[in-house]
């Protein structure tokens, strides 16, 4: 592994977590009420163990956001101010890097996944709460985004194809030249490709915070279906196998833990939404991980649960967060020990 620096895992210590607040003005207008309520329920279930730091897009929203909160919280969340076109910042804020013992955040290009959406206010993010970071911020001139990549911390990331050689993204870049930038920047020393499975109404062309997850250096969790009658089955099984193939450092295989996905989660219109248990938040003592009212529920959170025997289960509400094809993991972005500054 590369001695100078590396990707921080996230089970790693953390300071605080980041989260966008949803406004009138973002894609939950239709369901402003309701995500607002399942928000408090995430922002305590954060604030147990972290401290929340929650984007508001103006002074106005930041009063609103405060009196929603008020008395939600073990510990207190800080408010800043800056305006944004989504909430789903996993995919727009910082990138930990530990360059010695010290932080270092990186800053990567976000362009609503592959040019789907308006982003350029997310874009600006990092840049413009420079205020609060206590650390350095390295800006770079490369599309990634945070829920398209996951790390063990020890020099092996874990990605999809579908999405980093996606032709909308980077597109004067082949195979080698990412993977060259991404061990570069991130300090890793290989990357393992998965590009066997994928979920229906996935916009973000198959993150792997949807299918796959490191939960320590030598254990994988992935999404799972069982249901020969589901359209997820045969992708799922074929990612399984993929997963099988691929080796530790040292050529062991990893332990590979499925977690059956969910009954089907559908928007207004009929259309499947790619709910996933996969998508939790791995935080200091807990892990916050969605369930959706299904059958299915308690089957994930004892498969969680054995994942991290010293850490509780928190879960919060998924249907909601869905019907913007996301869940807590993508609605969050932790930040390591030190990350602050005192007083902002």
Wanted: net charge negative; with cysteine; charged share 25%.
């Amino acid at each position: 592994m590369n001695n100078s620096f590396r990707m921080v895992a996230e089970w790693e210590p953390q300071q605080a977590v980041l989260l966008a607040w949803p406004h009138e003005s973002t894609d939950w207008s239709p369901w402003l009420e309701s995500i607002e309520k399942d928000y408090i329920k995430l922002m305590a279930a954060i604030s147990l163990v972290a401290t929340p730091i929650i984007i508001c897009r103006d002074e106005a929203h930041k009063v609103h956001v405060a009196r929603k909160i008020k008395g939600n919280c073990i510990h207190a969340p800080k408010l800043v101010i800056a305006p944004f076109n989504d909430t789903w910042c996993r995919d727009y804020g910082p990138i930990s890097i530990a360059l010695n013992h010290n932080l270092r955040f990186l800053d990567f290009q976000f362009r609503g996944w592959g040019d789907k959406y308006q982003a350029s206010l997310d874009n600006s993010i990092n840049q413009n709460l420079s205020h609060i970071w206590a650390v350095p911020v390295k800006s770079i001139d490369f599309e990634l985004e945070g829920g398209s990549i996951e790390t063990d911390g020890e020099g092996t990331l874990l990605t999809t194809t579908r999405c980093l050689l996606q032709s909308n993204r980077n597109t004067e870049a082949d195979k080698g030249q990412i993977e060259d930038c991404l061990k570069d920047n991130l300090g890793v020393d290989r990357i393992l490709w998965l590009s066997e499975g994928e979920l229906i109404g996935d916009d973000t062309d198959s993150h792997i915070d949807n299918l796959a997850r490191f939960v320590d250096p030598e254990t994988i969790v992935y999404a799972s279906c069982s249901r020969e009658e589901d359209p997820h089955f045969r992708p799922l099984k074929a990612m399984q196998e993929q997963l099988e193939s691929f080796r530790q450092m040292d050529g062991r295989p990893y332990r590979l833990v499925p977690v059956e996905i969910p009954a089907p989660q559908v928007d207004e219109n009929g259309s499947r939404l790619p709910a996933s248990y996969v998508n939790f938040l791995i935080l200091n003592g807990i892990v916050i991980m969605p369930v959706f009212d299904c059958p299915y529920d308690s089957e994930a959170i004892a498969a969680i649960e054995k994942c991290f025997p010293e850490k509780r289960v928190v879960t919060v509400p998924g249907s909601n967060l869905i019907r913007q094809f996301g869940g807590p993991h993508c609605a969050t972005m932790q930040l390591p020990k030190k990350s602050l500054k005192p007083v902002f």
